[in-house]
């Protein structure tokens, strides 16, 4: 035992590149615990590296084509592939136009190098608290698609994420894609964060408003401040009362920054993450609502 | 003999090693592979203070490919520059959690990092103690037990039985008497926490241990002089049966001077039955394990008069060395005898402790002392200048050192050409524009402000550290330079290659410098360290290149039949003055000259030379007077930042920085130094720290959550300004510049906040939680008219009524 981890090398692993998703689909059947899916590699490699895990056999599912699935249909939604990469949604035009909390996140997240090559779905399934990621799914509310041998199965993206590295899947099972469904017009949604110093974000926020319809749809998404992203269900409540949007932006920001959980970690203390959340909601809000 | 115009000196000259760095061919100690080359890795602690009642290293020795793996009870030398207190690995117990224990050898690093996981350590633990101010207390964990037994040089006074290894102490004039007839007392305790050097390339040895007992070393360290001299005195080898090699490195700071792996390495070669081996420490290792820049307190008293004039001085440092002081016994010197800064403060009294605790050891970092001293002098001027309501630019004009004129704490009186430290500071002021008020913002939320710093700084040296000299010419009157001066990005290279060129005429490609240094090859120089390899081995080389001009011009004389101060040397040839048409190409000398019938005379030609530091001293013991350093560079830091007061976050716009280099050599050199300084300094000032939890781990041992400056952090504006004024000891009046970049800019980042919010920041990182924190604690009024003024602008206003 040594302190730390501190290898330059990798655990033997047996890799596999399957071409059909059906064949990554046995070879997980057949490895079950033994396996890891590989796509971007940000978070299994240094996972690896760092001896968090240590699978016997790995699954780059980067050769399989339906895996990179990026398509927006009206009505439907936006769906993405699990091997589509943070550069990719970057450069997508109905993301920057119809998803603006996803697409600032996107662009917000980590560096370019990175964003080349991490996936959404990686993202995700990493569980990491910090990440960009999961905030402006969750608000948007959307669901993962999961695929084993003999089943196929939707969890929403807030179920799916269960705790620190800890997420919803089976040995055996691939998170094939990310379902958002469509935006209404008017909805208008945006995405924060605070990493001044830091190069993961202290608090983000993803926020989506829907003002169009008799009721308002508000929803507030925290990533970074607790150990999984979470809905500032009181303040939305606020949010959604009668009356103008802006004279409700301060009590709604002084609200999320009580009501919910916050840790303390190496990155900030509970109190200065709980200061950052009422800031950073102001000015979300307020900028979504002037943008309107 | 003074040449008015150069070819070379002061011309921006791109560095001589940039075209092997760009096409990836420089080679690194990283690329060296011997054949039967082994690799090793350490087992380290995983608790922080602990006998070591077992080791069990019987399941590594199965993993195909371990050769041998080795403790401390094998060897159990201690080694060391200045203290001389480390062992190579763990004897009989630990220090901190990240103590090598064992070493695994094997032929693959595959196998070696299997077998770490499989050597067992079993500790019986000892009380820890984190904290220094704690460690000093009577009854604290005892962490050297056998100090009276270290060989530590006589510059330092270590306390056995304590946890003190080094006290230092200064004293001049009478400080009470000072305090008595001061009108204003500014008290104030400071901080800096531990930060890592974050060089590009990662500490990495081979070593090879011949059977003949001649030792090869090849390391990514910045001297070869200090491994080869230490490893002698505390291995027992000889010193002519060393030789140490340094390729290229990518990067020192102060984390590379004194000696590294390289003793443990060619143990572990000897061990694994003289094979060479490989050692490399991963980037978690570095922030482990590794020497990092000690943490450090502050606690000071000053006492103004109020017309301004500062004349006392108490203050009290304390240095958090870790478990292992060797090179930081030095800085706890230094910070001492710079507390005074570039100011005259006629009644001083300095108390220096470096003290052990169970942490990771510490070591040298760009400014070694000078950033901790002046982080809290400069800030001291600024709290002062407002007390006695008078602007900071005033109060640092009225303290100022006169050179010629004024001595230094330690009694030194400034010679009078140690360089203009009033010009600096007009330099800074006029390009910070220090009387135009900063830009009012749209968003009254954030301020603008600006502030500075001076500074000053010498190497910190044994009274008798030398360097040394060789040049010698080839056939074609080209040049090859022997020197051992280390080349770790600084670009002193460059600027030596540019003065062998200027002197003897011939063009830059026809001087050349072996990039591997070598004890056995390259001429002796004690360290690149200290921002003197410019000065220090530019002098050697300057009196090298007169000893080898005086055996050009001895033969010269005797061809061209004139007296030798009739000859001078232009363009590669020796010529008459005045007749130029009377010449002898260099060629046709520097191997002797031949007559046409053949009788010849001179011979190859070889020049020496050599630099002796001059008039230094020891520091004496209880006083700490005396004469520590060869020259003294003046230099400010001057900021305009923006502070956003909802957030804590300082935006640093723009950077000035001042230096009084006597002569700038190389300007293309002397901006990119002064470039890189400056973000060392902001990433330093704003960012950077080593976090350790309560049971001595290290908690973020890695680049996500260490954070180090990056691109979009970087200042729009930095200004770079040179002044000359020419010490007549130096190469071409030159002075040093590398550490001194960095010293001013955090002290001028907080001076800036303090002067637009009152705000106190005596704590690094100023990060934007500590800035939070320290207005929320001082200026909660400011905060909240921040938050009413951004509600208002935002028209949030009418929200509660």
């Known amino acids: 035992m040594s302190f730390g981890s501190p290898y330059f090398t990798l655990p033997d692993f047996t890799y596999h590149k399957p071409k059909t998703l059906r064949e990554a689909l046995e070879l997980l059947e057949k490895y079950g615990d033994e396996a890891k899916i590989l796509a971007g590699g940000v978070g299994l490699i240094a996972f690896m590296k760092e001896r968090l895990v240590s699978p016997s056999h790995v699954i780059d599912i980067k050769g399989i084509p339906e895996l990179k699935k990026l398509e927006y249909r009206k009505g439907e939604g936006l769906v993405i592939g699990a091997t589509v990469t943070f550069s990719e949604l970057e450069s997508y035009q109905v993301i920057r136009e119809k998803y603006r909390a996803l697409y600032q996140a996107v662009k917000l997240a980590s560096d370019s190098i990175i964003r080349n090559r991490a996936t959404l779905v990686g993202n995700i399934c990493e569980a990491i608290p910090w990440v960009d990621g999961p905030p402006p799914l969750i608000a948007y509310g959307a669901e993962v698609e999961i695929k084993s041998l003999d089943k196929v199965r939707r969890v929403p993206v807030a179920e799916f994420i269960k705790g620190p590295v800890e997420i919803d899947l089976e040995p055996g099972e691939i998170v094939t894609s990310i379902h958002i469904p469509d935006v209404p017009s008017g909805a208008r949604s945006g995405f924060v964060k605070f990493n001044v110093g830091s190069e993961f974000a202290l608090v983000n926020l993803a926020a989506y408003l829907s003002l169009n319809e008799e009721k308002k749809d508000v929803r507030l998404v925290y990533g970074a401040i607790s150990p999984k992203p979470v809905r500032a269900l009181e303040a939305e409540k606020i949010l959604s009362s009668e009356g103008d949007m802006r004279t409700l932006i301060i009590s709604a920001a002084v609200k999320a920054s009580e009501e919910l959980e916050v840790i303390s970690d190496v990155l900030a203390s509970e109190d200065f993450r709980r200061h950052l959340i009422k800031i950073l909601t102001m000015n979300l809000l307020t900028e979504l609502v002037e943008g309107g | ?801």
């Open chain 2, 1 to 801: 003999m003074e040449k008015l115009t150069f070819k070379y000196i002061g011309k921006p000259i791109p560095p001589y090693d940039g075209f092997y760095k760009v096409t990836g061919t420089a080679e690194y100690t990283f690329d060296i592979e011997l054949p039967g080359m082994l690799y090793a890795k350490l087992v380290t602690s995983t608790v922080p203070h602990a006998r070591i009642k077992k080791i069990d290293f019987s399941k590594a020795l199965q993993i195909p490919g371990v050769v041998k793996v080795v403790t401390g009870k094998d060897f159990p030398y201690r080694v060391g520059m200045y203290a001389g207190d480390r062992d190579l690995l763990a004897i009989d117990k630990v220090r901190w959690v990240g103590h090598p224990v064992a070493a695994v050898i094997a032929e693959s690093l595959e196998a070696a990092e299997k077998a770490i996981d499989l050597v067992d350590v079993e500790y019986e633990e000892l009380p820890a103690v984190f904290d220094p101010l704690e460690a000093l207390k009577p009854d604290a964990p005892l962490i050297h037990e056998k100090m009276e037994e270290y060989r530590h040089s006589p510059a330092f006074n270590p306390i056995p039985g304590t946890n003190i290894a080094n006290k230092f102490t200064l004293v001049r004039g009478d400080v009470e008497k000072g305090f008595r007839e001061a009108d204003v007392i500014i008290e104030e305790q400071f901080y800096i926490p531990h930060v890592s050097h974050c060089y590009m390339e990662v500490q990495n040895v081979v070593a090879h241990y011949h059977l003949d007992g001649t030792v090869e070393i090849w390391t990514s360290w910045q001297n070869v002089a200090p491994i080869r001299q230490i490893m002698a005195l505390s291995l027992g080898i000889p010193h002519n049966k060393i030789i140490v090699r340094i390729p290229y490195v990518g990067g020192g700071f102060g984390g590379k001077a004194g000696l590294g792996w390289e003793a443990l390495v060619t143990i572990l070669s000897k061990e694994a039955g003289y094979r060479p081996v490989k050692l490399v420490l991963s980037r978690k290792e570095q922030f482990t394990v590794a020497a990092v820049r000690e943490g450090f307190y502050g606690f000071a008293k000053a006492g103004f008069r109020k017309d301004g004039k500062f004349i006392a001085y108490d203050v009290k440092f304390i240095l958090d060395a870790g478990a292992y002081a060797d090179y930081t016994v030095n800085v706890g010197r230094a910070v001492g005898y710079s507390a005074d800064g570039c100011y005259e403060i006629p009644n001083i009294r300095v108390e220096s402790l470096t003290v052990y605790t169970n942490k990771i050891p510490t070591t040298a970092l760009r400014g070694f002392g000078y950033p901790e001293s002046h982080w809290v002098l400069e800030q001291i001027m600024d709290r002062a200048a407002k007390k006695i309501g008078i602007d900071p630019v005033e109060i640092r004009r009225i303290n100022l050192v006169k050179p010629g004129i004024s001595e230094t704490c330690t009694g030194e009186r400034l010679r009078e050409d140690a360089g203009n430290p009033e010009k600096v500071l007009q330099t800074l002021l006029e390009e910070i524009e220090w009387n135009t008020p900063p830009e009012k913002l749209r968003e009254p939320w954030k301020i603008r402000s600006k502030g500075l710093a001076l500074f000053v700084k010498g190497p910190a040296q044994p009274p008798n550290a030398a360097a040394s000299a060789i040049l010698k010419f080839n056939e074609d009157a080209s040049v090859d330079l022997l020197i051992a001066t280390g080349n770790f990005g600084q670009g002193t290279i460059t600027a030596l290659i540019q003065i062998v060129a200027e002197e003897f005429g011939l063009p830059l490609e026809k001087v050349r410098v072996d990039y591997i240094k070598d004890t056995h090859k390259s001429a002796y120089t004690w360290q690149t360290v200290g921002s003197r390899g410019l000065f220090t081995d530019g002098i050697a080389i300057l009196k090298a290149i007169e000893d080898a001009k005086r055996q050009i011009f001895r033969v010269a004389s005797e061809v061209l039949r004139c007296p030798e101060d009739h000859l001078e040397l232009v363009d590669g040839e020796v010529r008459v003055k005045g007749k130029p048409w009377m010449k002898i190409p260099l060629q046709d000398i520097v191997m002797g000259y031949t007559y046409p019938n053949g009788n010849s005379i001179g011979g190859p030609v070889i020049g020496r030379g050599v630099f002796m530091s001059t008039h230094t001293t020891y520091l004496d013991p209880e006083t700490g007077q005396g004469n520590p350093t060869i020259f003294h560079t003046f230099g400010g830091a001057a900021v305009e930042v923006e502070i956003d007061l909802l957030t804590g976050e300082i935006k640093v716009l723009k950077v000035v920085q001042a230096l009084d280099l006597g002569k700038v050599i190389n300007p293309l050199l002397v901006k990119q130094q002064m470039n890189g300084g400056s973000l060392m300094g902001l990433s330093i000032g704003l960012y950077e720290q080593i976090k350790f939890d309560e049971r001595g781990w290290v908690v973020n041992p890695n680049f996500t959550n260490y954070y180090l400056i990056r691109i979009k952090d970087i200042p729009k504006e930095v200004v770079r300004k040179t002044i000359e004024t020419p010490q007549s000891d130096g190469p071409y009046g030159a002075r040093g510049i590398g550490e001194l970049t960095m010293i001013g800019i955090a002290p001028a980042i907080a001076n800036a906040v303090y002067r637009a919010t009152g705000v106190k920041i005596n704590q690094l990182p100023m990060n934007p939680e500590n800035l939070w924190k320290a207005l929320k604690e001082q200026r909660p009024d400011l905060f909240d008219e921040a938050l009413k003024k951004f509600i208002e602008s935002k028209k949030l206003a009418e929200v509660r009524a």
